[in-house]
């Protein structure tokens, strides 16, 4: 159960069978976006591959094979015990999509603030603005 | 890992009519087979087959390495069957049924029984017949599900019932195999619940099965392709294995069924480039290979 | 349940006893006590029905509610229909069985007779009842007036003319009432479902076997239904019995002793119940037991069970079922012997001119046999009326239960206002039996033919039970010779034969009927 506490990003996940796409692929993305985006921290475990199927309703191996390709790109691995972990080293391939995720949203950002006529160091400005509001509410919480 | 279910070369006519045409079709223990296919395409009388209701014709079956019409009594033991049709007696009382189903079955776990009434909120007392649809339908999932059976056939089991009904049967698919190992073959016309559950897809089409295969690769080996021609064309390129073609002028678009490299170059072949190419849902398979020659011809 | 029916039956017997030895008999039929015990065994029968079929909702066919026609368009033409078209086939039928003792002026009062309980068996089946016992009172009201009808003929209570005009107005009521029953089951006006919080989930310990979970089922299916409507019948038998022997002047030589017709008829009548209802309900051996048992037989079919186990199970019910109904059939049965009837001075009882007729071996033969038919068992042709009010087709309903009862109906009438053909009657009814049986076994030929073929039993199992079959026979023919040497049932020895071997026939073959169905 405390595992479950501890995964609940991963539990949070949805899958939808309009896409076409294949649902361990989707899995796979959305685990890959978790990790990237730090919902799911090195060293975490992930849930195991039945809580997650029968979470769900997704047949075992389809679970089983989304994590099996996160394990071949190093981004979890499996330890001595049946549990599967994010990957404690930095892997390449997750500052990679660290970086994808974060170019698709500056690209939006920056379009829209072209809209609102506003310049690019404008938008620094408030950007750093934000950021020092952001620590100081840090730091009273 | 062994066979659970072997079905060779079964065939079966009813009168004139071919109802099943040199089946074949093996399920290994721990797989989850989903069988699709349309109404009277033969799905029932090949589940029917399984339990030994029906005497193969031609062919063989073979559950647990036994022949279901020779020895019904092992091989109905360690079956679990739910029907669209519930087919329980509807003068029976829950109380009764399990009583009843606790003299057949060895393994009856009448604890997980009562586990399962309680979860799905049916009073022991009530009749069968009084229950609605998708009440009956969870008794029949109790009354299959209590002495963990080896193997779940289930035949359209979600029909007609609520999205709760299904989610519930569904989890309990999922649980029988991940949880106990269990194998489970189940039809439905409600192919995203195919698409979620199973290992394993065989379609089969008047009588005969168009293909089975693991679901990855039955969705790997299904496209929409679309091809940008550099002149404008008035009928759609003949394309081996590409079917259901719409579009026009320079861009048509088409299903397609095989590998990669080989839809490349044919659409080389034919002087187009692949602009897109799309994953199908298993519902656009099953239309495209049931319609697609149709529409093709 | 069970015990509430047994409570039912000593019931029934008390009340019977004390017909006999009251003395409204000696001044004959006594209508007031009649009606009266009718009630009481009906009450008796209502408070024993079985639960599942206390169904309180309208057996009229649902789909015909969406038709567009008024409530009395919807209900009067298919009565009128059957009406017509049944009593005119009853008729036609009853007239050919009976050529031999029979006129045409001494039945037309069948067609309306008829016509009449068809309405009354639509009523029941139709109406919606807000008290479910309410139906088993109506039945039991059919079945009586089936019954009491030709008597009634028979022993000059009612002429021709008003027991015609009688059952038109039964029609007629039926039918009013049919409408009205409808039209109110069809708009949702009647009230329907039971209260079912008072039910209490009695303490069972689990099944020791596979075969006693089926031999459960069966019982819980068959079981109440056919011992109560042996009880109720049993308890007709004896009630009509009590009122007609004593004032009957019929009366058949056996043995150089004048023995009362009439009590050896309702005695074979109410003996003949157990093996009827007790094995036949239960034991699907043939193709139409099999189709009767279609709703279910997909759900029985998936028990893990052999199909000789599921076999084993239906007889074990059926034996269990026919032994219980054996003991009341066989008390109604010797309480008829008991009346007093009049023959040598003012009173004798029927029991006592037989132990004259009669020597040890006879009566032992007698015994044997009837221990065999209760075995063997025949056929419930009355089952469908019971299992499935209400669901059956009327036509089905008809063949199941009207038709035998009519010819049975017809033949006592016929006998008794013609008791001088009765010999030629009893000379000619072997040949019935004889004509019956190889009707049946040929029917038998192309089933066993096509399941031989398909080889779902094997052939070392069906050669063993054929065998069986054989020697059996056998030595029931060693015995009846023994046991029933007499002249006059010299004849019937070997029909008897016939009679009690054909039901072994269907046991033997009910493994072979069984797995067809189930294996399609």
Known sequence: MAQQEETSAALMMRVVQSAGTPLYLQLYNQLKYLMASGRLQPGEELPPIRVLAEKLVLNPSTVARAYRELEIERLVEKRSTNGTFVAEAESPFAEAEQRRILIDRIDTLLVEAKQFRFTTPNLIALLEERDALLREGERVR | ?297 | MVKSWRQCLCLIAAICFGGVFSHSYRQGASLTGCLLLIVIIALLAALTLPESHQQGASGFPAYMFLLPMSNAEMVVWPMLLSAVLLAAAGWAIALAVLTAVASFADTWWLAPYLAGNVALFQTISWLPMKRPELRALLAFAIVASIVSGPIAIGVGFLTAVPMALSYIAVMVLSMVACVRGVGRARHGLAAVGTNDDSYQIPDLPRFPSRVDSQVWLEEKRNGLVMKILTGMLVGLFALVATISVPTSGSFTPIGGVQVSSLALVWASLALVLPPYFGFGGCCASESDNVSKDRSLLPFMALRPLTTLQIVEAKVLASTRMALRLAVASVGAAFAILLLPTSTHGPYRPTIGALAHALTLPQALGILVAYGVVLAGGIKACISGIWSSLGRLPIWLMYIFAMLPLTVISATIIGLVTHPEKLPAFLAFLPNVIFIYAGLKLAALIPATVRLKRSGLVPESLVTRWFAGCAVTGVILFVLACWGIPSALYGRWAIAAQVFVFLPLLRVVLAPLFVARGRHG
């Open chain 2, 1 to 297: 890992m062994t066979d659970i279910l072997r079905v060779e070369h079964l065939s079966r006519k009813f009168g004139e009519k071919l109802a099943l045409n040199d089946v074949s079709l093996t399920l290994k223990k721990g797989k989850v087979l989903g069988l699709i296919g349309e109404n009277g395409a033969g799905k029932t009388t090949l589940i029917k087959h399984i339990l030994g209701l029906l005497t193969a014709q031609e062919g063989s079956v073979h559950v647990f390495g036994l022949n279901p019409v020779q020895d019904p009594a092992t091989v109905l033991a360690n079956i679990g069957y739910l029907a669209e049709e519930d087919g329980l007696p509807s003068w029976m009382r829950v109380h009764e049924l399990q009583r009843y189903f606790q003299g057949f079955y060895a393994n009856w776990d009448q604890a997980y029984a009562e586990d399962l009434r309680e979860k799905f909120r049916i009073d022991r007392r009530a009749r069968i017949g009084q229950l609605s649809k998708g009440q009956r339908a969870r008794v029949g999932l109790m009354a299959a599900l209590a002495y963990r059976p080896e193997l779940l056939l289930l035949d359209e089991p979600s029909s007609g019932l609520d999205p709760i009904v299904r989610r519930e049967i569904l989890t309990s698919i999922v649980r029988a195999v991940a949880n106990e190992n269990r194998t489970v073959l189940f039809s439905s016309h409600l192919l995203s619940e195919i698409e979620m559950v199973a290992d394993e897809v065989a379609m089969i089409r008047d009588g005969e099965i168009l293909f089975c295969d693991e679901l990855d690769a039955v969705k790997q080996s299904h496209r929409r392709v679309t091809l940008s021609f550099d002149e404008t064309r008035s009928a759609p390129p003949n394309v081996p294995d590409a079917f259901c073609w719409e579009g026009g002028g320079r861009e048509w678009r088409c299903l397609y069924s095989g590998r990669t490299t080989t839809i490349d170059a044919a659409a080389a072949l034919v002087g187009a480039r692949i602009v897109e190419q799309d994953w199908l849902t298993l519902d656009e398979i099953f239309l495209a290979r049931s319609g697609g020659e149709v529409s093709h011809s």
